[in-house]
């Protein structure tokens, strides 16, 4: 079985230095737990609330578990028990000098983090977690922190290009699948969607039809890398539209979904305008719309769509393995021009995008121009795509393989 350094490990400890208490996000069987008990020290407990009888004792005496786990301590999927977080914000403020007492891990963001903000907010840091990156994947994690958008040229490094991308799109980023663990993709697949509907979903929102919330499942698996429409993924998955939103904020509070919204200057205009679909996870996204193989992936109908998701997501992971809030949007205006992804960084943005060629053109990057018009400097430009080496475009575009990423 295959050994992955994972980046978020002096990730964790870095924020355990600075705070009293870390917490690690992310969708079920992305590794949080398994992360956390590779960067504890010698001595450092470890309790978790998946056992009923462990989570029923924190449930019906904080005060009680606490004296049974003291800190230092991992307490993975805090989630199911909110009650310990005022007495654990109490033994906190006690010690207030002390960090990285507590460790926590969680699957289900919407409701934990409004907990957490109530109880622990500016006594923790937090990291969410996906899958397993491509850099960890090829043990490229001491460069973790180059620019997504290179500033130099690297013409004698050549990378995986169509077969190699597609392999990893299609069997996506959970550990399991990544280290060899679990070899048939579609059992595995299988079995998380049924664990996850059993175990996570009917703790965020009662649903009593299975089936059907299997279609809308598979309905929104097959938009993603598009704008979201919610009254018609609510017809096709037969449901109400206050259904169809209220099971997407499901879907995004058990980090199995993002979205990424519109660039504006206009921060209130950002949250109230259409955001893009993407789930997080290529493998369960490919699982979901019926992709047998990476070779009919590649080739059909949702190859381009589904390369973009890859992208996101890996985007997304080099944020998230840092700590950091991931800078990205979209530009789309009333004239239908779109850039896929736009990157603010120090009030810059640099546009990329997502292209499934080998040989990308100058007409691709005819809407990195409207950048102008949101009135801030412009940076660097970039198509990613399955070229095999970086190369300049233009003069201020370049070629980036995704296999680089």
Same mark, same amino acid.
């Given at each position: 079985?295959?050994?992955?350094?994972?980046?978020?490990?002096?990730?964790?400890?870095?924020?355990?230095?600075?705070?009293?208490?870390?917490?690690?996000?992310?969708?079920?069987?992305?590794?949080?737990?398994?992360?956390?008990?590779?960067?504890?020290?010698?001595?450092?407990?470890?309790?978790?609330?998946?056992?009923?009888?462990?989570?029923?004792?924190?449930?019906?005496?904080?005060?009680?578990?606490?004296?049974?786990?003291?800190?230092?301590?991992?307490?993975?999927?805090?989630?199911?028990?909110?009650?310990?977080?005022?007495?654990?914000?109490?033994?906190?403020?006690?010690?207030?000098?002390?960090?990285?007492?507590?460790?926590?891990?969680?699957?289900?963001?919407?409701?934990?983090?409004?907990?957490?903000?109530?109880?622990?907010?500016?006594?923790?840091?937090?990291?969410?977690?996906?899958?397993?990156?491509?850099?960890?994947?090829?043990?490229?994690?001491?460069?973790?922190?180059?620019?997504?958008?290179?500033?130099?040229?690297?013409?004698?490094?050549?990378?995986?290009?169509?077969?190699?991308?597609?392999?990893?799109?299609?069997?996506?980023?959970?550990?399991?699948?990544?280290?060899?663990?679990?070899?048939?993709?579609?059992?595995?697949?299988?079995?998380?969607?049924?664990?996850?509907?059993?175990?996570?979903?009917?703790?965020?929102?009662?649903?009593?039809?299975?089936?059907?919330?299997?279609?809308?499942?598979?309905?929104?698996?097959?938009?993603?890398?598009?704008?979201?429409?919610?009254?018609?993924?609510?017809?096709?998955?037969?449901?109400?539209?206050?259904?169809?939103?209220?099971? &997407? %904020?499901?879907?995004?509070?058990? /980090?199995? +979904?993002?979205? $990424?919204?519109?660039?504006? #200057?206009?921060? =209130?205009?950002?949250?109230?305008?259409?955001?893009?679909?993407?789930?997080?996870?290529?493998?369960?996204?490919?699982?979901?719309?019926?992709?047998?193989?990476?070779?009919?992936?590649?080739?059909?109908?949702?190859?381009?769509?589904?390369?973009?998701?890859?992208?996101?997501?890996?985007?997304?992971?080099?944020?998230?393995?840092?700590?950091?809030?991931?800078?990205?949007?979209?530009?789309?205006?009333?004239?239908?021009?779109?850039?896929?992804?736009?990157?603010?960084?120090?009030?810059?943005?640099?546009?990329?995008?997502?292209?499934?060629?080998?040989?990308?053109?100058?007409?691709?990057?005819?809407?990195?121009?409207?950048?102008?018009? &949101? %009135?801030?400097?412009?940076?660097? /430009?970039? +198509?990613?795509? $399955?070229?095999?080496?970086? #190369?300049?475009? =233009?003069?201020?575009?370049?070629?980036?393989?995704?296999?680089?990423?």
């Amino acid at each position: 079985m295959k050994l992955i350094e994972r980046t978020a490990f002096s990730t964790v400890r870095e924020l355990s230095a600075q705070f009293p208490a870390v917490m690690v996000c992310g969708a079920r069987q992305v590794g949080k737990t398994t992360l956390l008990r590779n960067a504890a020290e010698d001595g450092r407990k470890f309790v978790s609330l998946d056992d009923p009888d462990v989570r029923a004792l924190a449930r019906n005496d904080p005060a009680l578990f606490l004296q049974a786990y003291t800190p230092p301590v991992i307490i993975d999927e805090i989630q199911y028990a909110p009650q310990l977080l005022p007495l654990v914000k109490m033994a906190i403020d006690r010690d207030s000098d002390k960090c990285g007492r507590y460790w926590f891990t969680g699957s289900q963001q919407f409701h934990l983090m409004r907990d957490i903000g109530e109880t622990l907010a500016g006594r923790i840091g937090i990291i969410d977690l996906g899958g397993i990156s491509q850099r960890e994947e090829l043990g490229r994690t001491t460069d973790e922190a180059v620019d997504i958008v290179p500033s130099s040229i690297d013409t004698e490094t050549s990378y995986e290009t169509l077969q190699g991308v597609f392999a990893r799109i299609h069997r996506g980023s959970f550990p399991a699948l990544v280290s060899g663990r679990v070899r048939n993709i579609e059992t595995f697949y299988r079995s998380y969607v049924r664990t996850h509907l059993e175990r996570d979903i009917r703790n965020l929102v009662r649903i009593t039809d299975e089936e059907r919330f299997l279609v809308f499942l598979k309905a929104a698996a097959a938009r993603t890398g598009q704008l979201l429409n919610i009254s018609e993924l609510a017809r096709d998955a037969g449901i109400a539209t206050s259904t169809a939103r209220d099971w &997407l %904020g499901v879907l995004g509070a058990s /980090g199995l +979904v993002y979205l $990424l919204r519109p660039y504006s #200057r206009n921060v =209130t205009s950002r949250i109230v305008k259409t955001p893009k679909l993407y789930f997080t996870d290529t493998g369960l996204c490919s699982y979901l719309t019926g992709w047998s193989s990476p070779e009919t992936l590649a080739n059909g109908a949702m190859g381009g769509a589904m390369l973009e998701t890859f992208v996101v997501g890996e985007l997304l992971k080099r944020y998230w393995n840092r700590g950091k809030e991931p800078p990205l949007w979209f530009y789309r205006d009333k004239a239908g021009s779109e850039i896929d992804i736009l990157i603010e960084h120090d009030g810059v943005l640099d546009s990329v995008e997502v292209k499934k060629t080998a040989s990308p053109s100058k007409s691709d990057i005819r809407a990195f121009a409207k950048v102008r018009s &949101l %009135g801030l400097p412009i940076g660097r /430009g970039a +198509v990613m795509c $399955l070229a095999g080496q970086t #190369r300049p475009l =233009t003069q201020d575009a370049i070629v980036v393989p995704i296999g680089s990423l």
